[in-house]
């Protein structure tokens, strides 16, 4: 594997820097320790020398979208000696759960219950154990219940509406080979972050209900880091404000 671009290591190393600075910020106005929280660089659409840049700078976890650009990214990640903590969290296909399953160590965006079976399955089929979060959705739309979760939820940013979250938690609970982890939500679109985000410790505790072990609160992106810090976050999955513009994938 090639040496990063020189420089690249000095401007990650200030962005990293950066963000720990907005999430010490973050925890101080809401009375949190920054020790709460995960940060999950996204490295979607850049090189496995990126990862490896941060890992050397003390991340530890990462996250892909796509598991087309994800499998051979962790793949050369393991190659070059580097352990590190792998979380899906785009949108997935059954038919990617064997793949995923081989890599991945969270996967956050869990939607529905037969996506819940396909990940069991694999993850027997590799002996590895998979941490589950469940996608919630929080568009208004879908405050007061929704589709049937058996098939994925036409939602733009995804996740099962709110009255079905305990469902797919127990299912993930009930499935060798998964453990329930907590759940995961995105911001609607133009959605002021802060309302959207303002369900989440009642939502948490719906899952928490099935598994009160499952405590983990995946929310929070670049633009809106500090709401999600303020709601109870913990995990935030930063991939611009870290890494900078999204550029073609080069693995």
Not at 25 to 39: H, N
Not at 85 to 105: P, R
């Amino acid at each position: 594997m090639r040496d990063a671009p020189a420089g690249r290591p000095a401007e990650l190393a200030r962005s990293l820097a950066a963000i720990g600075d907005r999430i010490a910020a973050a925890c101080g106005a809401a009375g949190r320790d920054p020790a709460e929280i995960t940060l999950i660089a996204v490295t979607k659409t850049y090189p496995a020398l990126d990862v490896l840049a941060l890992a050397a700078l003390g991340l530890t976890d990462f996250g892909e979208n796509r598991d087309q650009e994800a499998a051979p990214k962790a793949a050369a990640v393991s190659a070059a000696g580097q352990p590190v903590t792998w979380h899906f969290i785009g949108q997935l296909q059954t038919n990617k759960a064997n793949s995923v399953a081989g890599y991945a160590d969270f996967v956050h965006s869990v939607d529905r219950v037969r996506l819940v079976r396909s990940l069991g399955a694999a993850a027997r089929a590799a002996a590895r154990d998979l941490t589950c979060l469940v996608q919630v959705s929080l568009d208004p739309a879908d405050a007061d219940g929704g589709a049937p979760v058996t098939g994925r939820v036409p939602q733009a940013r995804g996740g099962v509406p709110p009255a079905m979250l305990a469902q797919v938690a127990a299912a993930i609970e009930a499935e060798e080979g998964l453990t329930l982890g907590g759940l995961m939500a995105v911001a609607p679109l133009g959605a002021d972050p802060r309302a959207a985000f303002a369900p989440l410790r009642r939502l948490s505790a719906a899952v928490r209900a099935v598994n009160p072990s499952a405590t983990l609160v995946s929310a929070g992106m670049s633009g809106d880091l500090e709401a999600a810090v303020a709601c109870g976050a913990t995990h935030l999955r930063i991939g611009t404000a870290l890494l900078g513009d999204r550029r073609p994938p080069v693995l």
